[in-house]
């Protein structure tokens, strides 16, 4: 009989795996960016300069950012409060406290986000974040599973939900806030 590695060892599998691709991810761009010619008019375009954010897409990416800091912060407190209690330093009660937290966070930012007036060319962006407030949301809700019922299992099916809604403000932030994310 084939004997399944315990939970706690597969999430710390999962979590050295992505920060693997991370430092993957990291190293490439690193080494495909430098050694370049820093003018552009000596650097060869493979695409077109990006132009600068009309009046319009600079106010909304502004009030984005305002709500967008929030989300971040409570995204990582989400993330490290699943960790921590697989690794014993927190219990049920102090991750149950943590995951509503985030969730009320990710509740409050959803109506904020919904009460912007995006301009039509940053609709679409528009509907990736909102996007991926509701799969934070429905990771939290997963989540809080765990302290009800005591089994992990809801915190390995939360995890896809959660990096989902990080992938879409990857791309959300490559849009608005080139940088943001990935250091150059």
């Known amino acids: 009989m084939v004997r399944r590695p315990p939970l706690k060892l597969a999430l710390l599998g999962l ?4 920060l693997a691709g991370v430092l993957a991810f990291a190293a490439v761009r690193e080494a495909t960016t430098t050694g370049r010619p820093t003018t ?5 375009s493979l695409t077109a300069p990006r132009r600068a954010l009309t009046a319009a897409e600079e106010a909304y990416a502004r009030a984005l950012w305002s709500i967008h800091e929030e ?13 921590h209690y697989k690794t014993r330093d927190i219990d049920r009660a102090e991750l149950r406290t943590r995951i509503q937290g985030a969730a009320e966070v990710y509740r409050r930012a959803e109506g904020r ?4 007036d995006p301009p039509a060319s940053l609709r679409q962006v528009h509907g990736e974040y909102l996007d991926a407030l509701r799969l934070y949301q429905r990771s939290a809700v997963e989540m809080l599973k765990t ?4 089994r992990d299992d809801h915190l390995v099916a939360a995890l896809p939900l ?3 809604a990080s992938r879409k403000l990857l791309v959300v932030g490559n849009v608005i806030w080139p940088g943001e994310y990935v250091p150059n």
Do not use: W
Request: net charge neutral; glycine share 16%; hydrophobic share 40%.
């Open 162 to 164: 959660s990096q989902e």
């Open 15 to 18: 979590v050295v795996l992505g």
């Open 113 to 116: 986000v919904q009460a912007l």
């Open 147 to 150: 302290p009800e019922d005591g």
């Open 71 to 83: 989300v971040k912060g409570s995204s990582f407190r989400m993330t490290m409060g699943g960790l």
């Open 40 to 44: 552009p008019a000596a650097r060869p």
